[in-house]
């Protein structure tokens, strides 16, 4: 959810008063703001060289790091950050949980803070499995739509074209807005590695810190790559076990991997719903300043949701 939240704080970031009506400008590279969520005027130039390199890899055999194991990238199974994972699921559900839900459905208010006035819309979150979300804010041009499919991701505008959105931010994601369907889930998969990154203090609560990383190919050149466009912080509260905050990079569209902002999450107000703790107040600040609140009204599992919902819409569809 919180690509969504940065994608369209940077729509109103460079976009002029009126918001609703004006066409948000390309921004140059001085400025490092780049509206790649416009709901009106030309799409972004698409998919560039950071973005294509990952769907190489994403596409890429790799077979001469099974070869040769000397050349592989290790996985990191840090023994207490493993211990850290697991008391997270179990306090928010439990991987019973997990294996119980099948998709869900949250209603909800999305407050962006940018300019001198926030400006809050409804926002719907759809999920299926762990891999699949579709998130609708309405807004007065119209409903825009961000639909994330295995690791693959797109936005369509309300008059129902669409563009695609880089790898190097969409091969992390899960069901974030909710924590025990997010990367954490997957903690024990040989994919993912696990490191302990100490200890922080998050609005006064005293939390253990764990590092996730999401690596799908394991040589030499594939794995650090990953490893680091990846690497997901998750604060786990030392008394509930609940994840009080999330931090990761967004990589900038169009720029290279140095190109990148620091998002973090606080999550907070949880709530157990079909026996899986989901926080319905979920703040989002991108390095260091506020960029928007979701408040979540509703959270219902297992509706029943079909797999059309969550297809990807191709670039310039009509």
Same mark, same amino acid.
Do not use: W
């Given at each position: %959810?919180a ?7 940077? *729509?109103?970031?460079?976009?002029? =008063?009126?918001?609703?009506k ?60 493993? %211990? ?7 306090? %928010?559900? +439990? ?40 998130? @609708?804010?309405? %807004?007065a041009s ?26 190097n ?28 990154e ?13 590092a996730?990383? *999401? ?7 594939? +794995? ?9 912080? *998750? ?16 990589? @900038? ?11 973090e999450?606080?999550? =907070? ?24 609140d ?5 959270v219902? *599992?297992?509706?029943?949701l ?5 297809t ?7």
């Amino acid at each position: %959810m919180a690509h969504l939240v940065f994608l369209l704080t940077r *729509f109103f970031a460079t976009t002029p =008063s009126p918001r609703f009506k004006a066409i948000p400008q390309a921004a140059s590279r001085k400025t490092n703001q780049n509206p790649f969520f416009c709901f009106e005027g030309k799409f972004m130039r698409q998919v560039p060289t950071l973005a294509a390199l990952l769907f190489v890899l994403l596409t890429v055999s790799g077979s001469s790091a099974q070869t040769d194991a000397k050349k592989s990238f290790e996985i990191t199974k840090d023994p207490q950050a493993m %211990m850290i994972a697991q008391s997270a699921v179990t306090a %928010m559900g +439990g991987a019973e949980a997990i294996l119980r839900y099948q998709d869900s459905l949250a209603t909800g208010r999305l407050t962006i803070h940018e300019g001198n006035t926030p400006v809050s819309f409804p926002i719907t979150l759809r999920s299926k499995g762990t891999h699949q979300t579709r998130v @609708e804010v309405q %807004m007065a041009s119209g409903t825009n739509i961000r639909i994330m499919n295995q690791g693959r991701a797109a936005l369509q505008k309300p008059d129902h074209t669409a563009q695609a959105l880089g790898l190097n931010n969409t091969v992390r994601e899960r069901v974030d807005h909710i924590p025990l369907l997010s990367m954490l889930a997957e903690y024990q998969s040989p994919n993912i590695s696990v490191a302990s990154e100490g200890t922080a203090e998050v609005k006064g609560r005293s939390t253990s810190v764990i590092a996730l990383s *999401f690596v799908p190919h394991g040589d030499l050149m594939q +794995g650090p790559f990953f490893a680091a466009v990846t690497r997901t912080l *998750f604060y786990v509260d030392q008394v509930t076990g609940m994840v009080d905050k999330v931090q990761y990079s967004n990589y @900038e569209e169009g720029h290279s991997q140095q190109s990148h902002r620091t998002l973090e999450e606080y999550l =907070s107000q949880y709530e157990t719903v079909d026996g899986i703790a989901v926080p319905f107040h979920q703040t989002t600040y991108a390095n260091g300043k506020l960029q928007a609140d979701l408040v979540l009204k509703s959270v219902t *599992f297992n509706v029943g949701l079909s797999d059309s919902e969550f297809t990807l819409p191709q670039r310039g569809q009509q």
